[in-house]
């Protein structure tokens, strides 16, 4: 299941549902709110999602996954709200038999999420500016925002 | 012809429009020709091709039909994990 | 840190001492107790280990894995003593600014410590046969002792 | 030339040889010659190519020089994880 929440992750609580006597391997992503990028010094930032279609593009990415991967489960969520230095954006967990499916699948969630989920990105810095993240144009730079990728792992 | 739509904006087009949604009547037919309608009012800074589009919760092509009562979005450059 | 333990692995707490504001990817492995192994219907397993050697091999496989990649932090813990179906065996953590790092060196890690760590593993069947993994020898057949791989992810 | 040693014992061949360490005096000069006295008195199952040897918590080649009160480990194939 992929989930869009306003409220803290509990990465514990979140993995403990993936367990099965069947698993050997389980493999977990965590993207967490960094305090600079792309050499500016970052104090906070928020996330605003198209729930819907979020929560539907994600578990299309499971659903894939699972197609690709020898796999016995896969759960992701992602934060919206503001969100502080050290907090986590997103978590993703995947459980398999063996090590190498846990691996790839859990990289294939991760990298398909941040292309795909209509979720967005506003940076507040410390010098007091805030950027939408990948949304910078050309008449943007005098305002000095980054056009950088993003800002968790 | 015309049509009337729920429009819905998000992130960078929800603050350049100042407004979550809005009901409007348009002679657009697809979902690029409501862009360039909406841009041009209101100065959005993206153009058509930075922008996805989806109707009633589902991704879209540019190009698809719009019908009577579409709930549409426009999705800037994602930048989710 | 590389450790031995003797007690429960608490993956939540080991987690926790990875959390670093310069890190944006935290990437965990787990390998846990499977139901079955080879065909046969496994009921729990021991671990036994050489704990000075495999404290210090584990914490060179940290340092080689801090050299080959860009992290933030690394840690790992494999468990030693009885454990049941489902109990976790060993636990990754492994931090960085990007998570390609951050998988890249879980992965590495994970491999290396199955490879080179001196710590051995007790198969107990449901059938109430037992096997030391990987330490079959020709004769055992008979005793139906599977030379199989490891049991865990 | 003899000398005296403290082996210890890990997994099948701690079962094997029915204790976890011992001190003992020997003629052999080598983890490799030591494993080779040992399985020959004891019954090993594992034949010496399947068995690494570590001298005082280090691992080392089979043809290493053995020296007075070495501690001397040998590891059956290994399966953590």
Known sequence: MFKIAASPLDPAALQKELLDERAGACVTFEGWVRNHNEGQSVESLEYEAYVPLAEKEGEKILVEAREKFALVAAAGVHRVGHLRLGDAAVWVGVTAEHREAAFDACRYIIDEAKARLPIWKREHYVSGATAWINCATRGDHSAGIPPGPSKTG | ?81
Chains 1, 3 share one sequence.
């Open chain 2, 1 to 81: 012809m015309t049509r009337t739509l729920h429009v819905q904006y998000f992130a960078i087009l929800r603050e350049q429009r100042g407004l979550t949604d809005e009901k409007l009547t348009t002679a657009a037919a697809t979902p690029n020709a409501l862009y360039e309608e909406l841009r041009a009012r209101h100065g959005f800074t993206l153009t058509g091709d930075r922008v996805r589009a989806a109707v009633n919760d589902a991704f879209v092509a540019g190009d698809a039909a719009l019908g009577e009562g579409d709930r549409v979005v426009f999705i800037p450059p994602v930048a989710g994990g």
